[in-house]
C-alpha cells in the first residue's frame, strides 16, 4: 500500500459559538488553506465529512456537497458524510487514509464539524439519547452521562477508583487546555476543589467530569507519500489504523470496567504498527468523561488493568510521564463537537511533530503518537497510529 | 408525558402494534405482566432485545420465551442534568442496569420507588408496566418493599 501523510490542518475556535453549522466549517477551512503552504483547492480530489448528526442539531442532510461549496472543492474521485457519533471525525479520517493508500486518491480533505448549541439544550441532548439503543436504552433516559456514570460507580467499586483521581483527569486537560486557544475552556481557571464541589450531572459525575456541548469545526489534509513534501516538511505519517465494536444494546456489553474492544483494537493497531504501549510517547484519547480516561489508559495498556487512577494521580499520563495523554486539552478541555472531535486529535499530533504547539504543552522528541476515539456506549474503538519520520 | 402529542421523531418509546412492528407480541405479552424475549430454536441462544432472526445462526425460527420479573441492582445512577426533550421533568429519576433473575442478562431501565441516596448494588427489584397516554405499554422496575 502507498504510503499516506497527514500534511495540513486547521481549526475554527470551539465553543459555544455565535456562528452556524457552515460558518464553523468556513472556520476551519479557512485556516487550513491559510496554514498549508502550496494547497490549491483543485488538487484535492476527494472529500469526507465527519459529522454525527446534522439532521438533528443543523436540520441539514445531505451535507458533503454543501461543505464544498462552502470550502470551493470539486471532489471527483469520493465525496461523502461520515458518521460514527463520536468517532465520526477520525472515521473520516481513516476512509480518507484508505481511498490515498489504495491509490484510489492523491489529495483528500477531511472536515469534521458540529454544531451542539441550540436555543433549545433538550433538543440537542435528545440528540444524544438516540446514539445508544433508542427504543430500549435511550427510552429509559439512557445518554452519555449515567452510562459512564455506571462505569465509575463499578470501577470505583471493582479497583478502588476515586472521585479525586477521575477529578484530576479534569484537572490536568483543563491545565493543557489553557494553553491552547483553540479549545473551549482556554484561559479559564479550574480546580479539583471547584470539581468536587460542583453539581451532579449523574452521580458519581459531577459537571467537571463531563465534556461540553461544544460548537467546532476541523480540517486535516491527507495526501499521498510522493506528494507531502510539497505541503509541508514535517508531515504526520499515518502508520495504522484499528477499529473494533462488540456490541450494541446494553445488555450485551462484555464489562463496564473492561473494554474489551479497545483492548482488541490497541492490540490490532500495535501489531500492524509493530509498536507496543511503551514506545507512544503522546496520545490524544477519548476523554468524554474522566473516568473514560482512567479505563483507556487500561485498554490501551498504559497500565495494568485497575491502575488507572493511580497512573493519572501519579502524574504517569502528564509531561514528565510515562506517555502525554491529551496535551491539546482533551474533550474535558476542548469541548467535544462529536464530528470535530477526532480531527482535532489529529491537527494536534500534527502540531506537536511540528512543535507548533505552545511551549507548555509541547512533548519534546515526541516521535510517535495515538488517537482513539470511542462512540456511543464505548461500543466502538477508532484508534490511529502516526508517526513523525517516515 | 405525552407520546400522542409529540412527532414520531421525537418520541422515544418505540411503535408496538402489528401494523408497525414484528416483535407486537413482547407488548401484547407486557400488557398482561410477562417480560418477554426471543429465543432462538436453532442455537438455543437468548436474545434482547427481542429479534425477528437470531444475530448468532442466522436461524428464524425464534420461540418467546419469559424472562425473570425479579432481579438486582447491578449498577446505577440518576438523570440530574441534560435530560432529553420530553424527560425534562424527570430530573433525579433513578437509572440502572437489572440483572435478571440467574440468567445473566442486565437490561438497562427507569428504576422507580427510591431516591438516588436510598439505593445499593444489589438492591432487589421487579418488573413494573405502564401505560403511555395513546394506549402502548412500557416496562420499568421498582424496589421490592
Known sequence: ?390 | MSSATRPYLLDFYPLEDEKYTRIAPFFIHLRAGRLTTTKCERDGSVHWPPRVACPNCHGTQLAWVDLPRSGRLYAFSALYLGLPLGMEQDAGAVVGLVELGDTHIKIFSRITGRKYEEIHIGDAVELETFDIDDGRVFYRFKFKV
Open chain 1, 1 to 390: 500500500m502507498r504510503k499516506v501523510a497527514l500534511v495540513g490542518g486547521g481549526l475554527s475556535t470551539w465553543g459555544v459559538r455565535s456562528a452556524t453549522w457552515g460558518e464553523l466549517v468556513q472556520e476551519a477551512g479557512s485556516q487550513l488553506f491559510a496554514t498549508t503552504r502550496n494547497l490549491d483547492a483543485k488538487s484535492i480530489d476527494s472529500l469526507f465529512v465527519g459529522a454525527a448528526q446534522p439532521e438533528r442539531l443543523a436540520f441539514q442532510s445531505h451535507v458533503a456537497p454543501m461543505v464544498a461549496e462552502l470550502l470551493g472543492v470539486k471532489p471527483s474521485r469520493f465525496i461523502r458524510r461520515v458518521e460514527l457519533a463520536c468517532a465520526s471525525g477520525q472515521t473520516a479520517i481513516h476512509d480518507a487514509y484508505a481511498a490515498i493508500a489504495s491509490g484510489l486518491s492523491d489529495v483528500a480533505l477531511v472536515v469534521g464539524i458540529e454544531k451542539m448549541n441550540l436555543p433549545s439544550m433538550p433538543e440537542a441532548t435528545t440528540a444524544m439519547a438516540n446514539v445508544l439503543d433508542r427504543a430500549w436504552d435511550g427510552v429509559h433516559g439512557g445518554t452519555a452521562p449515567p452510562f459512564f456514570a455506571m462505569v465509575a460507580q463499578r470501577h470505583m467499586l471493582e479497583y478502588g477508583t476515586t472521585a479525586e483521581q477521575m477529578a484530576a483527569v479534569s484537572v490536568k486537560n483543563h491545565r493543557f487546555a489553557n494553553s491552547n486557544p483553540t479549545a473551549q475552556f482556554y484561559s479559564k481557571t479550574f480546580s479539583k476543589e471547584k470539581l468536587l464541589s460542583g453539581p451532579f450531572v449523574s452521580p458519581p459525575l459531577r459537571i467537571g467530569d463531563c465534556s461540553s456541548m461544544t460548537d467546532g469545526a476541523g480540517a486535516v489534509l491527507l495526501v499521498g507519500e510522493e506528494l507531502a513534501k510539497n505541503y509541508t516538511d514535517t508531515p504526520a505519517w499515518v502508520v495504522a489504523t484499528s477499529q473494533y465494536s462488540d456490541f450494541h444494546n446494553l445488555a450485551n456489553m462484555p464489562s463496564l470496567t473492561d473494554w474489551v474492544g479497545l483492548r482488541k483494537a490497541a492490540h490490532d493497531l500495535y501489531a500492524r504498527g509493530r509498536t507496543e504501549p511503551t514506545q507512544i510517547s503522546l496520545a490524544e484519547v477519548h476523554d468524554c468523561f474522566t473516568i473514560s480516561e482512567i479505563v483507556e489508559y487500561e485498554g490501551l495498556g498504559f497500565c495494568p488493568k485497575g491502575e488507572g487512577g493511580r497512573f493519572v494521580s501519579d502524574g504517569q499520563s502528564d509531561l514528565g510521564g510515562q506517555v502525554v495523554v491529551n496535551p491539546r486539552g482533551g474533550l474535558l478541555g476542548c469541548g467535544h463537537p462529536l464530528g470535530a472531535t477526532g480531527v482535532g486529535q489529529a491537527v494536534e499530533v500534527l502540531g506537536q511533530f511540528q512543535s507548533t504547539v505552545a511551549g507548555s504543552r509541547l512533548v519534546k522528541g515526541a516521535t510517535q503518537a495515538l488517537t482513539h476515539n470511542l462512540s456511543g456506549s464505548a461500543n466502538v474503538h477508532t484508534l490511529t497510529l502516526y508517526r513523525r519520520a517516515n
